[in-house]
């Protein structure tokens, strides 16, 4: 590394190998790294053995950053880099700053004029949209839909009726212990001849990427109970 | 591979190497397949001579589908799968069937029920929001902007008034000798508080990923000019 730089560092989706989802080169940015603000510090440890036993982790530094991290702590994790130090930014899963706290970190560095280099590695959003068939030239994530009944059903309406009037594919996540509660409300919330694909376990063994329209679905969920899933629904025909 | 399958196969994004950005599964995947939709027939085969030099590029079968390929034939690509083959989908650059028409052939592929298999590599828009500092957990992807001034303008302030009140970054690109142009324009009609990422070049020794707001950008913009840029808008305060 010549430059110091704040590398975004993406980790595995679930049990998977290594060598199935991360380039090689980035085996060489994680090793040479001293510093990492982290989403879960036992999961970044077990990650960064996975990717080169020979790390000696003790001598590493972790700074945890998730929700309940104190917005004004976390720009005290860049004090590294004042001295010339790269950091390494690692989630709990896929790829650092998408869909967690990990943004807040990159929009600090970048004000303070710092380098910012993302790893390419899996994201379950991306790849959900690439195995879809939905529109790849337009689409929207919008993370949890709302947890009450009603707000639930108006958002569902709401970003159905984008994918129609916007050609827009409409992505979104849940809690994945209320996942079929989810795919439930969908169902009974969308038009029947509007698509829906369901994206379990992305890059896992189990890996499960089917579209159907509403209707076809309905009797026919998979379990995604407990599994990491992302839905997708675009217009019908 | 035990099943056959429709693989999304990543590839470069500009004058990079294969072990930068490309997991070595894929490198597998890409050596056992005989069967190719690609964008671009000249620029998948020097992709997969990459990969792996033993392959026999002569012994393969490609299918072009660009915008110039009839819908009606895109189903008929798909017939080696009738037969049990796999198939590998290689777009010009970076992730099949995102910002580009290999989503088409997915559809299908879903809509006949067979196996569709994403694999990791380089997304110059997911990286680029990973690296803005924006909002990762509520984003949207237009594509290209209308080239009509006025019809532009109107569409930059639509999707700037949605990052305010959606809180959700905005991403398009550019046809990258209009880039410059494209720059000027955001910068003339958005906010001076608005915060735009210029993200060129991802990935190759060349990259620039700056997010600045439209009043510290102006008279200031790095040289894009036929250079593959993400431009991410997103509120400022």
């Known amino acids: ?33 001293r510093y990492f603000i982290v989403e879960d510090v036992r999961s970044a440890r077990r990650f960064l053995k996975k990717c080169n036993p020979q790390i000696d982790i003790d001598a590493l530094t972790f700074f945890e950053l998730n929700k309940h991290t104190d917005k004004k702590e976390i720009a005290s994790y860049l004090t590294p880099m004042k001295k010339g130090e790269s950091i390494g930014v690692i989630s709990e899963a896929g790829c650092p700053a998408i869909a967690d706290p990990g943004a807040d970190v990159v929009a600090i560095a970048q004000q303070k004029g710092y380098k910012v280099v993302p790893l390419v590695g899996p994201s379950s959003l991306l790849m959900a949209i690439m195995a879809s068939g939905f529109n790849g030239q337009s689409f929207a994530f919008h993370g949890y839909l709302p947890i009450n009944a009603g707000e639930r059903a108006i958002k569902l309406k709401q970003y159905e009726n984008r994918a129609y009037s916007e050609d827009q594919t409409q992505l979104f996540i849940e809690t994945p212990y209320r996942n079929q509660k989810l795919a439930e409300d969908i169902l009974q919330h969308c038009k029947p001849q509007t698509q829906l694909c369901i994206a379990i376990n992305i890059s896992c063994d189990d890996e499960y990427i089917v579209t159907r329209n509403i209707r076809t679905w309905k009797g026919k969920l998979p379990d995604m109970h407990k599994k990491p899933t992302v839905f997708l629904i675009y217009k019908g025909y």
Chains 1, 2 share one sequence.
């Open 1 to 33: 590394m010549n430059d110091h730089a704040l590398y975004l560092i993406p980790v595995l989706l679930g049990e998977t190998t290594v060598s199935k989802v991360i380039p090689p080169y980035n085996i060489g940015v994680v090793s040479r790294l």
